[in-house]
């Protein structure tokens, strides 16, 4: 019983645990990837509006957007 007590086994136990958890999260974020998420295939347009909200140039990016949409082939 010595054993049970003893500070390696405590921290054994502790790294084991914390293996477990980190393997079941990296098993449960695989698990979530699919393509539920459809970005509409303007993922870029999405980034530099966060970053224009972050900045506070939404007119910025207003102005930049339109002239993509303008001269879009569609």
Same mark, same amino acid.
Request: charged letters at 10%; proline letters at 0%.
């Given at each position: 019983?010595?054993?049970?007590?003893?500070? !390696? !086994?405590?921290?054994?136990? $502790?790294?084991?645990?914390?293996?477990? $958890?980190?393997? /079941?999260?990296?098993?449960? $974020?695989?698990?979530? +990837?699919?393509?539920?998420?459809?970005? /509409?295939?303007?993922?870029?347009?999405?980034?530099?509006? /966060?970053?224009? +909200?972050?900045?506070?140039?939404?007119?910025?990016?207003?102005?930049?957007?339109? +002239?993509?949409?303008?001269?879009?082939? +569609?």
């Amino acid at each position: 019983m010595i054993f049970l007590n003893s500070n !390696f !086994f405590r921290k054994s136990v $502790c790294v084991l645990i914390y293996f477990f $958890c980190f393997i /079941g999260f990296v098993l449960w $974020c695989l698990q979530n +990837i699919n393509d539920a998420h459809n970005w /509409g295939g303007d993922f870029a347009s999405y980034l530099q509006q /966060g970053v224009s +909200i972050s900045q506070n140039s939404i007119d910025h990016f207003m102005a930049e957007n339109r +002239i993509v949409i303008q001269d879009s082939s +569609i």
